[in-house]
């Protein structure tokens, strides 16, 4: 066993890795990304978009330093760095963070099924099914919460056929000019872009349960880059298949793109993404809260499931009692400055504070 106590049996091959950052990084923000992008930096905000994923390779690069010198996990990093009692308060505010996250996606894609499908259903209904299918899951470790995300990735890839029909309808001239926005607006929009890119952050916590996870580091650094190349290439057909007014105005840029395509036996096939969404998605509830409730077992030496029951009650109580537009307005303004807080300030600093430590040990 590593310092986290995961047996050998528990863990995953380096390999999958790149499905976990892949998986995490293309959720609801590649539905609707284009939009806030295209408000701060209309047709430039390819340059935000590059210069986010180089900021989302630093940052990996900075988490495996960090591991490089202290093996384990986020909270290991934490008590190593800054005592038991300190680095147990900043690992339960990493808690609170992925389950925020977590319960944002949820409450985010109900909100989604309401717009487009099935305005009628409740929101606890739909909540309910999705914590019931993550609970089930999560039963079979962490493995089996891999195995789950390697699927979502392989057999989601067909979507690209949505922007592919989109050139079919494209305007090139839209494309230009470009180089037309001052630098603090393309800062502006690499800040915007950066809130669809996170999830990179969960190896923070699953770190432990990769095999040679030093080796891991490529194959992190990849799905990255994947993330930021499919972002690039939606946010290029959206340039070119919507005026920058239209693109500025549409709510859900990629699912209205999606609506254009006309088949002889599918009338309405952004029926079928947003369902197909769902197997998209699931990562995206599903590793945060498993994240969420491993850190409270870490912590607090108790049964994996105890705390996750808790945070599904908590899930369903906000769907019940408030409207899930509402919710995901409060929770997009408390996760949105807290993840930059966090990803963009915490982790420099605790690297900073561990090279220290070290240091000060070899004298």
């Known amino acids: 066993m590593n310092q986290a106590g995961v047996n050998e049996k528990y863990k995953v091959s380096p390999f999958y890795v790149f499905f976990l950052i892949h998986s995490m990084q293309t959720g609801l923000g590649l539905l609707n990304f284009q939009r806030d992008l295209a408000k701060a930096t209309g047709r430039d905000g390819w340059i935000s978009?590059?210069?986010a994923g180089l900021m989302v390779q630093i940052f990996i690069w900075l988490i495996y330093k960090i591991f490089s010198i202290v093996p384990g996990d986020i909270i290991s990093a934490n008590n190593y760095a800054l005592g038991k009692w300190i680095g147990n308060f900043f690992s339960i505010l990493f808690i609170i963070y992925f389950f925020v996250l977590g319960m944002t996606v949820i409450i985010g894609y109900i909100n989604v099924v309401h717009i487009w499908m099935f305005e009628e259903v409740p929101s606890w209904a739909l909540a309910l099914v999705f914590l019931i299918l993550i609970?089930?899951?999560h039963t079979g470790g962490f493995r089996a919460v891999t195995g789950i995300t390697f699927l979502s990735v392989i057999v989601s890839y067909w979507l690209l056929i949505v922007p592919i029909y989109g050139f079919k309808y494209a305007d090139f001239t839209s494309f230009f000019p470009v180089f037309d926005h001052t630098l603090i607006e393309i800062m502006k929009g690499t800040r915007n872009v950066s809130l669809s890119m996170l999830g990179f952050e969960?190896?923070?916590m699953f770190y432990p349960f990769i095999k040679n996870a030093e080796t891991s580091k490529k194959y992190a650094h990849g799905g990255a880059l994947a993330t930021t190349l499919l972002l690039l290439f939606i946010y290029f057909v959206s340039t070119v298949f919507y005026s920058q007014k239209q693109l500025a105005l549409t709510l859900w840029p990629t699912?209205?793109?999606?609506s254009v395509i006309e088949l002889?036996?599918?009338q309405r096939f952004e029926y079928i993404m947003v369902s197909w969404w769902a197997i998209i998605i699931i990562p995206n509830m599903l590793i945060p809260l498993w994240a969420a409730s491993r850190g409270v077992k870490r912590l607090f030496n108790v049964q994996q499931k105890y705390p996750l029951w808790v945070m599904s009650i908590i899930i369903l109580l906000i769907c019940i009692l408030f409207f899930d537009v509402n919710a995901l307005y409060i929770l997009n303004k408390i996760i949105?400055?807290?993840s930059v807080c966090f990803i963009v300030l915490y982790l420099p600093f605790l690297l900073v504070l561990i090279?220290?430590?070290k240091w000060r040990k070899r004298l």
Do not use: A, V
Not at 255 to 258: A, K, P, R
């Open 49 to 51: 978009l590059i210069l």
């Open 135 to 137: 609970y089930y899951i």
């Open 202 to 204: 969960m190896i923070l």
């Open 255 to 258: 699912l209205t793109l999606s």
């Open 264 to 266: 002889p036996f599918i």
């Open 336 to 338: 949105n400055p807290y």
């Open 355 to 357: 090279s220290i430590k």
